[in-house]
């Protein structure tokens, strides 16, 4: 049975904040995070970091920064897939209009 149209869609209850964080920290998801993290990590640490490595002391101050500058991008990453999967049970939303799927 279709709904009518124009007719809200039913709210779906979605998932809790607990749940959606122990699903984006177990398995695959763990992985997906893990390797954000390290890439987008190493590219902040190449930029901001690199010169510091190579010319300073290595400081307990530094090695803070290197460790924020790996776990920042892994709880953003983490926690953006928590808010996905928070929100899993959610009615997908629709475009306002046609796809544009011609190739040049």
Avoid: C
């Avoid at 749940?19 to 901001?48: C, D, E, K, P, W």
């Avoid at 090695?63 to 920042?72: C, K």
Wanted: glycine letters at 10%.
């Amino acid at each position: 049975m279709s709904r009518p149209e124009g007719e809200p869609r039913p709210e779906s209850p979605g998932v809790t904040w607990s749940a959606a964080l122990h699903g984006a920290v177990r398995g695959r998801a763990l992985g997906q995070t893990t390797t954000a993290a390290l890439t987008v990590g190493s590219i902040l640490f190449m930029v901001n970091l690199y010169s510091q490595l190579v010319d300073g002391p290595l400081t307990w101050a530094f090695t803070l920064r290197v460790v924020l500058t790996f776990l920042v991008p892994w709880l953003n990453a983490t926690l953006g897939l928590a808010i996905g999967l928070r929100k899993a049970g959610a009615p997908p939303r629709h475009r306002s209009g046609p796809a544009d799927t011609t190739t040049p």
